[in-house]
């Protein structure tokens, strides 16, 4: 099992890194919460910002899917805070303004289950693990 789940890790991040643009984020709020996607909404409709960010950060726990703002020409995390520096990030796509609604989080799923769909199917049997 651990086998697999290194592989499929592996796997994403070498595509984040390879088709992904690696961007500067700036601390913001700290919530520090699993919920990025109403974070970014609620302060992007809250800011009147135009878009917000779909990105990828890379840890020790892996590739991980997320959501950051994007005002006045800055990418900020108003999830992780100040710990947004400890991680290297990479942009994905952008959430316009007719999206900041339930549909924010309709797009995290959909991007999660085209991700999936990399594994190969037989992987995803007994791979223990989530972008």
């Known amino acids: ?10 796997l994403w991040k070498n595509k984040v890194i390879a088709e992904c643009e690696k961007i500067k984020v700036i601390p913001g709020k700290c919530r520090f919460n699993f919920r990025c996607h109403n974070n970014t909404i609620h302060d992007a409709v809250k800011n009147n910002d135009d878009k917000a960010a779909v990105v990828f950060y890379l840890s ?8 950051v ?3 006045k020409g800055k990418f900020i995390d108003n999830t992780l805070g100040f710990w947004c520096s400890t991680y290297d ?5 952008w959430i316009n303004k007719e999206q900041f609604n339930n ?9 999660r289950s085209e991700w ?9 049997w007994l791979v223990n693990t989530d972008i």
């Open 1 to 10: 099992m651990k086998y697999f789940n290194n592989k499929a890790e592996k």
């Open 69 to 71: 703002n994007f005002h």
């Open 103 to 111: 549909e924010a989080l309709d797009v995290f799923d959909s991007i």
């Open 116 to 124: 999936k769909k990399l594994i190969p199917f037989y992987w995803r």
């Open 60 to 67: 020790s726990e892996g590739t991980i899917l997320h959501y």
């Open 89 to 93: 990030y990479y942009f994905y796509k």
